[in-house]
């Protein structure tokens, strides 16, 4: 029995084609499927298989492919080839399509390739940091830390009161387009060694562009990373970045687990603009069953929830050692053998480290998935070939500093197929996002009790450094020259894309 890929829906009414550029193991299809949007500059979604945002997924999947990517980044750093671009890639197929111990394999080679470091490692990890995109790719981000064991820190939409932004950018095809980096330490974006930015998918590169000019003035340095699941930059963007890199007097290389493109016809645009047009969503609310059950929180006092403001390596241990204790808590919990651990909007590494402990813990007598609510509008389709089946539309709760607005949970309520009700919903939120607004009628809670048996939310702390902003330091010289640690010559001003196959 053949299974259709989620995004043929889209591409037989638009026109549009995905297309490899190179014969890896694993396929642009195998990553992402496609779905449809209100937004006159581009109508069309990538919609990741792979990111835990969107579409409830396996945790160890989700992790397993942002622990390849981040092995990859290494190994494009350190210029060697350790194989695992070869390996990794044809696991990650295998899981995605059903494999039992694929996604355990994968991570276990990702263990074995973070532990066979060539010399001088960890003067470059300690030289360096990563920077992951809000809100889609902060998991992503911690992932490729991770896998390096560098410190990171994500962009953000929240601003508390009392911080200080150190720089901030434009995503120009988002719906909400202004990012913030908030880091406690200003050091974090000031090292001399290389920056590694983070994103779900490269589609023209003008937000990785727009960063790294506003870092550079900030800081220069002489070689930026870009790592992304997929790259789908066309020639000319890819022209783009290598004069903006030249320009610079800077390295900029691009790592992806694929490489390919999109083919758009013309007018692709206003048809899926007449598409959503088309298309009315039911706005029928599901109503709570059952209450939902707070869990108690012990153990996390002083752990840090995520890299909003910056997360350092020797976080990381804390983090999922007490998020073992929290999966205990909830295991005793379930009243079912279908669980989602649902994160909202930037915080998705806690809930994502949670999920796999929790997965750990259950085994495989309880399936448990991974995803997160989310700011973007996408117009849901109840076809197998769609992406994004059905919608959850609430109201805001954290307070965002751009003012309040609806927010979406996708892929969450069973929709037309009773088989993918969950029996519990595990809610992570962070105490800002605690408000009344979360509790109330049509709020996410109310309406996620009629998609399961039991609702169960757990309310993290949210780590705020002191109001009183550190001052920054000057940057490091900009004729700094990096150095490759494998052949110790230095790096030139030029942009490459590496990814698996190629």
């Not at 330490?185 to 590169?205: I, K, M, N």
Request: net charge neutral; with cysteine; proline share 8%.
């Amino acid at each position: 029995m053949s299974v259709v890929w989620n995004g043929q829906w889209v591409a037989d009414r638009l026109g549009l084609s995905l297309a490899n550029d190179a014969r890896p193991e694993l396929t642009l299809s195998d990553l992402v499927g496609l779905a449809l949007r209100r937004n006159p500059r581009r109508s069309h979604l990538i919609v990741s298989s792979v990111l835990g945002k969107h579409i409830p997924t396996d945790p160890t999947i989700v992790y397993g492919a942002g622990r390849l990517l981040g092995a990859l980044a290494a190994d494009c750093i350190t210029g060697r080839d350790s194989g695992i671009a070869e390996v990794g890639p044809a696991l990650l197929r295998s899981a995605l399509r059903g494999s039992p111990d694929s996604a355990t394999a994968l991570l276990r080679r990702c263990a074995e390739h973070a532990s066979s470091r060539p010399a001088g490692w960890p003067l470059v990890v300690a030289s360096m940091a990563v920077l992951g995109y809000a809100e889609t790719a902060t998991a992503l981000g911690h992932a490729v830390a991770d896998a390096l064991d560098a410190d990171c820190l994500h962009s953000t939409r929240r601003c508390p009161p009392g911080t200080v932004a150190a720089a901030g950018f434009e995503e120009e095809h988002s719906h909400a387009t202004r990012h913030l980096l908030l880091p406690e330490d200003p050091t974090l974006l000031a090292r001399a060694g290389p920056l590694l930015l983070v994103d779900d998918e490269l589609s023209t590169g003008r937000t990785a562009l727009n960063t790294i000019a506003a870092l550079h003035a900030l800081a220069p340095r002489s070689r930026y990373v870009i790592a992304s699941l997929v790259d789908l930059r066309s020639r000319a963007d890819k022209a783009r970045m290598a004069s903006m890199a030249a320009s610079l007097g800077a390295a900029v290389t691009v790592v992806a687990l694929v490489e390919g493109h999109l083919d758009l016809p013309a007018d692709a645009a206003s048809i899926g603009q007449q598409l959503v047009g088309e298309h009315t969503v039911s706005v029928d609310r599901p109503t709570g069953r059952t209450p939902p059950q707070r869990l108690s929180l012990t153990g996390w006092k002083g752990i840090r929830e995520g890299g909003r403001h910056g997360f350092g390596s020797h976080h990381r241990a804390a983090l999922w050692s007490v998020a073992h204790e929290v999966a205990q808590q909830v295991a005793s919990r379930l009243v079912g053998a279908r669980v989602l651990v649902l994160g909202c909007e930037e915080l998705m590494y806690a809930p994502l480290v949670i999920a796999n402990r929790l997965k750990d813990l259950l085994g495989e007598r309880t399936e448990v998935r991974f995803s997160s609510t989310t700011r973007s509008p996408v117009l849901p389709v109840d076809d197998a070939g769609y992406a994004i089946r059905n919608r959850l539309t609430f109201p805001s709760h954290d307070n965002p500093a751009d003012g309040p607005g609806p927010r979406f949970a996708y892929n969450v309520a069973p929709g037309s197929n009773p088989d993918h009700r969950f029996t519990d919903i595990l809610v992570v939120v962070d105490q800002p996002g605690d408000t009344a607004a979360l509790h109330s009628q049509g709020g996410l809670l109310d309406q996620l009790a009629g998609c399961c048996d039991q609702v169960h939310l757990l309310t993290l702390p949210a780590y705020q450094p002191p109001p009183e902003p550190m001052p920054c330091p000057p940057p490091h010289e900009p004729n700094q020259i990096c150095r490759n640690p494998s052949t110790d010559r230095p790096l030139e001003a030029t942009t490459t894309t590496t990814s698996p196959g190629s």
